[in-house]
């Protein structure tokens, strides 16, 4: 049973637009929230993380948006450029759901391709 | 930034034959991860150790064993490959905050 998931597979912005990235989660012991890209053949690198206390945060051009009462988050990356085009993965952890170990639970990820 | 290295980021190698991935950091932190990813599925996580000779296993069952004698090292072992083993294993530590910071993976192919 999948407690972290991203439904869209794929996304294809044109560059300069939005890009709106979702994820869902079942677990409300859930209360740190992360961001992932990965390209090919390459580790996931961090983006940016919310803390369940928080509704939203902002880095550059990356925004999340956490709705708690919905078990919702998405990431808003604006302006999209080619460079952003990856895989993004959605994470979550609790140290109320796994302890001290802060494991993390990965949703399936979305592909995102950013056009020129 | 992280400063995470596995090796060998490539191994094909033959059924029975025993291997380890090699996981280090150069951050002193004190938990590491071992992921397990396949193509176009969520990454699980198969081992974590909170320290110098601490390990546990993770969601995923694996038959790979891991080992922390050093702070800095991490590596994983798998004494007898098999096909199904075929996968990207990805390796990662956590410090202060909860971000988990991840190395390039290796991708393992079994014949």
């Known amino acids: 049973d999948q407690q972290v998931k991203q439904n869209s597979p794929s996304l294809s912005v044109q560059e300069g637009r939005i890009s709106i990235l979702n994820c869902d989660y079942t677990n409300s012991m859930f209360d740190y929230f992360l961001w992932y890209k990965k390209y090919p053949a390459e580790g996931p690198t961090f983006l940016i993380s919310i803390s369940s206390i928080k509704d939203k945060n902002e880095d550059g051009r990356f925004t999340v948006f956490l709705n708690k009462s919905a078990k919702h988050l998405s990431l808003h990356i604006v302006p999209s450029q080619p460079g952003d085009s990856a895989v993004y993965f959605c994470?979550?952890?609790?140290?109320?759901?796994?302890?001290?170990?802060?494991?993390?639970?990965f949703g399936t990820g979305t592909l995102l391709a950013v056009q020129p | 930034e992280a400063d995470i290295y596995q090796t060998p980021r490539y191994l094909v190698i033959g059924t029975g034959k025993k291997i380890t991935l090699e996981c280090s950091q150069t951050m002193g932190h004190d938990k590491m991860y071992w992921y397990q990813q396949d193509p176009g599925m969520e990454l699980h996580l198969i081992h974590y150790s909170y320290g110098v000779n601490s390990t546990e296993k993770g969601d995923l069952s694996s038959e790979s064993t891991v080992s922390r004698i050093r702070t800095e090292h991490f590596p994983l072992t798998l004494e007898s490959a098999r096909p199904s083993h075929t996968s990207q294993y990805l390796c990662?530590?956590?410090?202060?905050?909860?971000?988990?910071?991840f190395g390039p993976g290796t991708r393992l192919t079994v014949l």
């Open positions: 994470a979550a952890s609790g140290f109320a759901y796994g302890g001290a170990t802060n494991k993390l639970i």
């Open positions: 990662a530590s956590k410090g202060y905050y909860n971000e988990q910071f």
